[in-house]
């Protein structure tokens, strides 16, 4: 087995490890189990069941994925489809769990296959299974040939969330071709209302949600950049028609991967729909040679009868307590103040020290300096790649800066972008053949820069040397982890012909590999996503970073839409959202500073103004802002989201409700895009409190009707609700309800 694929099997077996058998509270609640007679496969969860078996011909086979079924009801074996015409053959209509190339299959493969003799048929056969106490693990392997295919399940004790993966191993005696490998396909049956709900986007407006029916064809979500992407993630979400906010089923799922992706979802000849997920074909070819493995991505999957609010804080929840650094228990956001707005390229020691003392001064408890710092960089046509701090804007280097910023009770943080050069740089200068490109052919810049060829080793050890060396000569708490650009020309001419298109899986494995050694030997240090906005944004990365990059659009109305599409998927304690200067650059809509504050507080809130333009009542007006999000930071950072209403479709008013996990603490979060014709505002009713406990009402911004009561229960705020204030264009309110 090459090396990367032990590395990347034993970062899958940590993922899976541990995520079934025992719930929180000591209770057992997921079991996978397994009748030996009938070879038919159960993993059981809280509210759900999954299980799949092995048909009279040998083939793996889907059975049933929905709600809890007891563990009395026996499933009988499952049985491959009679052929239904000669155009629809059994292989085509069957629905396999992983459906390889071969003996007819017109329908999306798992994995596809060529051998040096130009085969492509692929007919892989149960042989094994092994049933630890947190996981089924099911080997395959082809009818005929030495390839074999591991499938690992395991089910999440605490929500019921699947996570599967695969692994494809080559035992032949000369080199195979992997064309097209998924984590797994997962099939539903017939029903005529299916609906597909996934996220797209572009820069500047990125996590837009999209629904829509599932029909007869096919349904393609991918990126093809090298990148996860801003034009679509990586998550997907089926329900019914009828399924709405907080009621009805969804099956949901994500892919943890950070490179060029592919979910497909379709509806076959009899009506099933399967969606499969993995690596993306598109220029895809990973030759292995005797002896070697690849390992998919890893899809994690979830069903809900709760709506889409179930499923999301069920997803959060899990994201909480088994994806991201810390589970389960992740630190709580910083408040953060960044730069770059009110420097862009010319910082200097005086202009960020006094900017920090400015941030300190309305509770800021992180100052990160953006762009600018190093190298040659005056603006984004020369420098990147050589990381070195500029001694003509710092003559005695960063350590002055970051005692002072330290000594006014902040941590420090540093941009940096380690994967990308311009090629005007000594790093370029020296090693032009680091790019990625194909030899010969012209280099595609893109904001004056190239990608590096992270896959290179020289590469991954270059920069763990001086991401190292910046991190042990000063006293850094958090790095602004950037990736401007998509790729281009993607070859590596230092590779065999036959095994340079092993550059999209090996770029990727290295990129984490180099996280996760920089977290090793610094444990204190903290990193954030960031690709031009939203465009990294997966599971994947999240396990390696504490924090994401929402979006480069800091316009507090156009975020209430990117947050809202973003939460659907993704926890917003990570959620980074920053209050920035009006007009906002990207669109000219000004809007009052307590309502920037308020969207931003939905999330992990950030400060990115130019403070040396505040005004007196604007600094006081922050700090209160930003004692009262301190007050209520655990509850909108790691508690029970509720989408009240939604800023979806042109709406005039959103809402947003954050429970805390214990019920004791609720802050409600109300918006008015434009009043017009004396149009009454909707009393606005909570959800997820204890209808028994009474809540004290207490306005952080803003205010309710005179009428409104100081105190009442839970189930008088979720029945009668709340009739907010909201007159006006672009208004916001904010309140806090404390259990008593």
């Not at 699947?162 to 032949?172: F, G, I, Q």
């Not at 200068?429 to 590096?452: C, M, T, Y």
């Not at 763990?464 to 910046?470: A, G, I, N, Q, S």
């Not at 030997?521 to 396990?543: Q, T, Y």
Request: proline share 6%; net charge neutral.
């Amino acid at each position: 087995m090459a090396h990367i694929d032990q590395r990347r099997r034993t970062l899958c077996m940590q993922l899976l490890g541990g995520l079934a058998g025992i719930a929180i509270d000591g209770s057992v609640m997921a079991r996978p189990s397994v009748d030996e007679t009938t070879k038919v496969f159960r993993l059981d969860g809280p509210g759900v069941t999954y299980a799949f078996g092995v048909n009279s011909e040998g083939q793996l086979q889907s059975m049933y994925w929905g709600s809890a079924l007891s563990s009395e009801d026996s499933l009988p074996p499952p049985v491959p489809l009679p052929e239904n015409s000669s155009n629809e053959m059994p292989v085509t209509i069957t629905p396999f769990e992983f459906p390889s190339f071969g003996g007819g299959l017109t329908v999306e493969p798992a994995l596809k296959v060529t051998f040096p003799d130009g085969v492509r048929d692929l007919a892989l056969r149960y042989e094994s299974h092994q049933l630890d106490k947190d996981r089924i693990v099911v080997r395959m392997k082809d009818a005929s040939r030495a390839v074999y295919v591991t499938l690992t399940y395991a089910m999440d004790a605490a929500t019921g969330i699947l996570v599967r993966s695969a692994v494809a191993e080559n035992r032949t005696a000369s080199w195979i071709q992997l064309d097209q490998l998924a984590a797994a396909s997962i099939s539903l049956p017939y029903r005529d209302d299916y609906r597909l709900s996934y996220l797209t986007g572009r820069w500047g407006g990125e996590f837009a949600l999209q629904t829509r029916p599932i029909e007869p064809g096919s349904i393609v979500i991918e990126s093809r950049k090298g990148v996860t992407s801003h034009q679509a993630n990586p998550w997907i979400a089926i329900s019914h028609a009828g399924t709405e906010e907080e009621s009805g089923p969804v099956w949901f799922g994500a892919l943890g991967w950070s490179g060029s992706w592919r979910i497909h979802v379709d509806m076959d000849a009899l009506g099933s729909v399967r969606t499969t997920a993995g690596y993306n074909p598109f220029d895809f070819a990973y030759r292995l040679k005797p002896g070697e493995s690849l390992a998919s991505p890893v899809f994690h999957a979830g069903y809900s009868e709760s709506g889409f609010g179930g499923a999301s804080r069920m997803f959060h929840r899990y994201q909480r307590e088994r994806i991201l650094p810390g589970a389960p228990q992740p630190r709580l956001r910083p408040i953060l103040y960044n730069s770059w707005e009110a420097t862009t390229f010319a910082v200097d020691e005086a202009g960020q020290v006094a900017l920090a003392e400015k941030a300190a001064s309305i509770g800021v408890e992180r100052f990160v300096v953006d762009d600018g710092w190093f190298g040659a960089r005056n603006s984004d046509k020369a420098g990147l790649g050589d990381w070195l701090v500029n001694r003509q804007k710092f003559p005695t280097g960063l350590a002055p800066l970051i005692r002072r910023v330290n000594a006014l009770g902040m941590e420090f943080g540093l941009w940096v972008e380690p994967e990308m050069v311009n090629p005007d740089s000594d790093l370029y200068r020296a090693h032009p053949d680091w790019g990625i490109n194909f030899k010969g052919r012209p280099r595609s810049e893109a904001r004056n820069q190239l990608v590096l060829n992270l896959a290179r080793k020289d590469v991954y050890e270059h920069l763990l040397t001086v991401l190292d060396k910046l991190l042990v000569e000063h006293d850094i708490a958090f790095l602004k982890w950037d990736h401007n650009r998509a790729w281009s020309e993607p070859g590596w001419p230092e590779a065999a012909p036959g095994e340079q298109q092993r550059l999209y899986v090996s770029y990727v494995e290295n990129l984490y590999k180099l996280l996760a050694e920089l977290r090793r030997r610094h444990p204190k240090l903290e990193i954030e996503s960031c690709a031009s906005g939203g465009g990294r944004v997966d599971l994947g990365i999240m396990a390696l970073t504490d924090q994401v990059w929402t979006s480069d659009n800091t316009d507090p109305f156009d975020r209430l839409l990117i947050q809202d599409g973003f939460s659907h998927a993704y926890a917003p304690g990570i959620m980074m959202a920053w209050v920035t200067d009006a007009p906002n650059y990207l669109n000219k809509r000004v809007t009052s500073l307590e309502y920037r504050f308020l969207s931003s507080m939905q999330g992990a809130l950030g400060i990115g103004a130019n403070l040396n333009h505040w005004k007196d009542e604007d600094f006081a007006k922050a700090k209160h802002l930003v004692a009262e999000y301190k007050s209520v930071r655990s509850t909108v950072q790691q508690g029970k989201l509720y989408r009240l209403v939604s800023p979806q479709r042109g709406a005039a008013c959103s809402a947003t409700l954050s429970v805390a996990q214990d019920g004791k603490q609720a802050v409600l979060f109300a918006f008015l895009h434009s009043g017009g014709r004396r149009n009454p505002q909707p009393s606005i009713q909570l959800r997820g409190l204890d209808p028994k406990r009474n809540y004290a009402l207490r306005a952080i911004s803003g205010s309710a009707t005179p009428q409104t009561p100081q105190r009442a229960s839970g189930a008088y705020w979720m029945g009668r609700g709340i009739d907010v204030v909201l007159e006006g264009d672009f208004q916001a309110a904010a309140f806090v309800l404390d259990g008593v």
